[in-house]
């Protein structure tokens, strides 16, 4: 009599394989919608969806989080804008940020502006500071936060801001940007221009 041989795989063995394989493919799949974007002066990349809209120009980043560019200042989604400048100010970032902010209110004409204090964060590993910002303006309500950073002999300063209900889902995705924001400089190459 022959002796019957254990299969292979079992049925829950296989069920487990085919799981684990749909997972793996989910994440790759998850990987191959993010576009790496890089900053025009080479200081840094960041990763963001490749649905989302993208400018770069000289020392300019814009992140759009739309399939469509908008037509003009009407904020209808996520927009973040990144500036970067080879000099750095003498004023503490904190400080520099806040008066930046307060500045952009009344420039801008916010009605109801609200400006948070100014507060500690990181952006690809490396400190900076963060001012929550609130108000309405011609195109309606919006909320966001502005961070400067001051890196590489270099204040970058990055303005994330989206219509006010959207905001709180908005807000998990700069959290996610700045978390894979990678730095292509060392943190202290000296500033090549004057401050």
């Known amino acids: 009599m022959r002796s019957r041989s254990k299969p292979l ?4 063995t296989l069920t487990l394989a085919l799981i684990l394989t749909m997972v793996l493919m989910g994440c790759n799949n998850r990987a191959d919608k993010l576009q790496t974007i890089n900053s ?7 990763k963001a ?24 200042e009407d904020l209808k989604s996520l927009s973040i804008v990144i500036l970067s400048g080879r000099t ?7 400080e520099l940020l806040a008066e930046f902010a307060k500045d952009r209110s009344v420039t801008r004409k916010w009605k109801g502006a609200k400006l948070g204090d100014p507060t500690k ?15 309405s303006d011609a195109n309606g ?18 303005m994330a801001v989206a219509p006010a209900d959207q905001w709180g889902e908005s807000e998990t995705s700069v959290t996610q940007l700045t978390k894979d924001w990678f730095w292509h400089e060392p943190a202290t190459r000296e500033a090549s221009g004057t401050p």
């Open 121 to 135: 964060a990181d952006i690809g590993g490396r400190s900076s500071s963060r001012v929550a910002v609130s108000g």
């Open 88 to 94: 750095v100010s003498t004023t503490a970032s904190p």
């Open 40 to 46: 025009s002066d080479s200081l840094f990349h960041v």
């Open 141 to 158: 309500a919006f909320a966001g936060a502005y961070y400067l950073i001051r890196t590489s002999g270099s204040d970058v300063l990055v």
């Open 49 to 72: 969806p490749s649905s989302w809209q993208q400018r770069v120009d000289d020392n300019f980043m814009g992140l759009y989080a739309s399939d469509t560019l908008p037509t003009s």
């Open 9 to 12: 795989m079992t049925h829950a």
